[in-house]
């Protein structure tokens, strides 16, 4: 099957999981399948697919990733602070402060090998919200050195970034990959051999549409780049020629319309952003995604659902 035809329609999905608390990020690996989870940390869901937690005090755990010695990097959206969870669950707080400033909000936590860590901002302000009515764009990525369990060194390495989102290393580890949400695009940055990134350049169209609000990003085994919107319930893909396809939304016209003038004129609340959920798709707002080890089933994460959204992709994409 060729990908731009490729789409889905609601029966396509299925559940996984259940009582999951804001299971905003999804992360699988040898051990299983990992959510975000409000009651402080983050959860792995069992044979019977209920959470079991994982950590404890993060105010609103965000994005995560896992370090190769098998600790957990979390951000911490409402508390503004980068966490670390051990295996055995032990939490401890690395960062919340840089320059002397409190970080802000804390999106998510990209663990790139042992010693370093790309965190995304979505606005130097709290709670995150208050982005929607700022007139400043002041969302940024710091690069976190890590000597050992302590923060060697901490540099803003991309700054004024329009509501900065999911960030994650492409595959062989040459660009660092960036949702900016307010901005409705994707973007990267080269990653250089002293740690610092180069300019940034949009990926796919310059912009995904004054409609979209793309959240979360994670790229399949062809390659191409899979994209959760979280205003219009939809996933979205940019393909490796740079193409941007819509494989499924379900927007609630009013509301989206609504998100977008809100946006543009930088005056509106998180309730707006909330009545774009769905009244009963298989997607409620949707906020990130994550591929199984044999590339074919994407797990869906969000902040309005109490389980995670799955479907299946072709065993084969046609060039």
């Given at each position: 099957m060729r990908l731009a035809d490729f789409t889905l329609a609601a029966s396509d999905f299925s559940i996984l999981g259940s009582n999951l608390q804001r299971p905003e990020c999804v992360w699988v690996d040898a051990e299983g399948i990992w959510v975000s989870d409000a009651r402080g940390g983050i959860a792995r869901l069992g044979v019977d697919g209920a959470p079991r937690l994982l950590g404890s005090g993060i105010l609103?755990?965000?994005?995560?990733?896992?370090?190769?010695d098998g600790?957990?990097?979390?951000?911490g959206i409402a508390d503004g602070g980068l966490h670390q969870v051990e295996p055995g669950g032990a939490t401890r707080l690395l960062l919340n402060r840089f320059g002397g400033r409190p970080l802000g909000a804390v999106n998510y936590a990209c663990a790139d090998g042992?010693?370093?860590?790309w965190l995304s901002v979505m606005t130097r302000g709290l709670p995150w919200h208050t982005a929607l009515s700022a007139r400043h764009i002041d969302g940024y990525i710091l690069r976190i050195d890590l000597h050992g369990e302590s923060v060697a060194r901490c540099e803003i390495v991309a700054d004024h970034l329009d509501l900065t989102n999911e960030v994650k290393v492409a595959p062989g580890g040459r660009h660092l990959y960036a949702v900016e949400t307010f901005g409705s695009r994707v973007v990267r940055f080269a990653i250089r051999r002293d740690g610092s990134l180069g300019?940034?350049?949009?990926?796919?169209?310059?912009t995904l549409g004054p409609d979209v609000l793309p959240d979360g990003l994670t790229f399949d085994a062809f390659g191409n780049l899979w994209i959760t919107v979280i205003n219009q319930n939809g996933i979205t893909v940019i393909d490796r020629q740079g193409n941007a396809h819509s494989v499924y939304r379900d927007p609630?016209?009013?509301a989206v319309a609504s998100v977008r003038r809100a946006v543009e004129q930088r005056h509106g609340t998180v309730e707006?952003?909330?009545?774009?959920?769905?009244?009963?798709?298989p997607l409620r707002l949707p906020t990130s995604l994550a591929f199984s080890a044999d590339g074919r089933t994407a797990y869906v994460g969000s902040v309005g659902l109490p389980h995670l959204a799955t479907f299946r992709l072709p065993a084969q994409w046609d060039p």
């Open positions: 609103e755990p965000n994005g995560f990733s896992r370090r190769p600790s957990f990097v979390v951000a042992p010693g370093r860590i300019d940034k350049e949009t990926v796919g169209p310059e609630n016209a009013e707006q952003l909330a009545a774009c959920a769905s009244v009963s798709g």
